[in-house]
């Protein structure tokens, strides 16, 4: 069952909050603009003097938007004025979205909401005081195989998965007396793509390949794994190549709209038009265990906590970073998250194991 084509920018002007469910937000969020994260690695500089002399450092002054009444004149400190008002920000913003419409420039917000117009669903973005609206077409990649589900629900599921998400996207229709747009966050995928996996370098390397260190924006998150978008494609990293340790649920350590480092594990990019990726962030980590097991006396015992319970025993997160594989106690499996004693029964450095048993059970959290 095919969704219907996104409405156009004048029917969403004639009637911008038509078909909505009942328990749709009627009042709306004022706008978040999203602070750009420091690439990784970077820190700030700062003054030696400073830091040795006083043990602080001086925060960075927060740039505000003054409601200045009318058009009135601002007699301005410098040459040019630096404070700004909300005229300024509301002029800012909308030249942001008619560079995007006219010249494709992509923009970054992040989803913050999903509402129901004209039988289709949609992400909710807002750039200023604009009202941004991607359909659902428009903004996810759709499952090959909807096993019999609507498509309408599994969409909105979707796009209820990744609230919070940072995306990008490029627009295709506003109108600025009513403060609405009409976007395609694909658009920008595939601009992104086109830079980032198709664009070389001088001495003719692409910019991201097999191996390379990334950083990834986390689109959305399952008990098992994590969906992340890197660069204009996306990919699922499982719960597996997450950490090290043995984790249970996902949704305990990431959220939608966080970034990550990732280690790009293999790019194919054989069909110009859908670029596929795989990576992992484990492999973006030093492997925790050839430091940590030195640390370890078997025989001795030492405290943990409980990561994660499977039919192969109780997995034990360690001082360092490293899991413990201990057998069922007899009195019963601890909960996730309980505070136990272990007794290392055995150690292999090769395959960086250690097992051991359980021999007392402190806290439970």
């Given at each position: 069952m095919a969704l219907k084509k996104p409405e156009t920018t004048e029917e969403l002007k004639q009637n911008p909050q038509a078909d909505q469910p009942d328990d749709a937000k009627k009042t709306?969020?004022?706008?978040?603009?999203?602070?750009?994260?420091p690439q990784s690695g970077t820190k700030a500089k700062v003054s030696k003097k400073t830091a040795e002399e006083t043990g602080t450092v001086a925060p960075k002054a927060k740039t505000l938007s003054q409601s200045v009444p009318g058009e009135e004149p601002v007699v301005a400190i410098g040459d040019r004025r630096e404070a700004e008002t909300e005229s300024d920000k509301a002029k800012s913003d909308l030249?942001?979205?008619?560079?995007?419409?006219?010249a494709g420039r992509v923009l970054t917000d992040h989803i913050e909401g999903v509402?129901?117009?004209k039988g289709t669903v949609a992400a909710v973005l807002y750039h200023g005081s604009f009202k941004v609206i991607i359909p659902a077409e428009e903004a996810i990649n759709p499952p090959n195989d909807y096993r019999g589900n609507n498509p309408t629900a599994v969409h909105r599921y979707m796009l209820a998965k990744r609230l919070g998400a940072e995306i990008d996207y490029i627009v295709k229709g506003m109108d600025s007396e009513t403060g609405l747009a009409v976007a395609s966050r694909k658009d920008a995928m595939k601009a992104r793509q086109k830079e980032f996996y198709f664009t070389r370098d001088r001495d003719g390397n692409n910019i991201l390949y097999d191996g390379v260190l990334a950083e990834a924006r986390i689109i959305s998150v399952i008990k098992s794994g994590i969906f992340v978008e890197l660069f204009g494609a996306e990919c699922f990293i499982s719960v597996r190549e997450l950490s090290y340790q043995r984790w249970a649920d996902a949704g305990d350590y990431y959220k939608p709209g966080q970034r990550v480092i990732v280690r790009v594990t293999g790019v194919d990019r054989s069909d110009r038009e859908k670029v596929k990726i795989s990576a992992s962030v484990k492999r973006a980590q030093e492997n925790p265990y050839e430091k940590a097991l030195r640390k370890y006396v078997e025989g001795n015992h030492y405290v943990g906590k409980v990561s994660m319970?499977?039919?192969?025993?109780?997995?034990?997160?360690?001082?360092?970073?490293?899991?413990?594989?201990?057998?069922?106690?007899r009195r019963g499996r601890p909960?996730?998250?309980?505070?136990?004693t272990v007794r290392i029964i055995g150690i292999n450095r090769e395959t960086n194991r250690i097992w051991g048993v359980i021999t007392h059970t402190t806290t439970a959290i």
């Open positions: 709306r969020a004022k706008s978040k603009s999203a602070p750009k994260k030249l942001d979205l008619l560079e995007s419409y006219k509402e129901k117009i319970v499977d039919e192969n025993g109780v997995f034990v997160a360690m001082d360092g970073g490293i899991d413990c594989l201990c057998e069922y106690p909960p996730i998250g309980a505070q136990v």
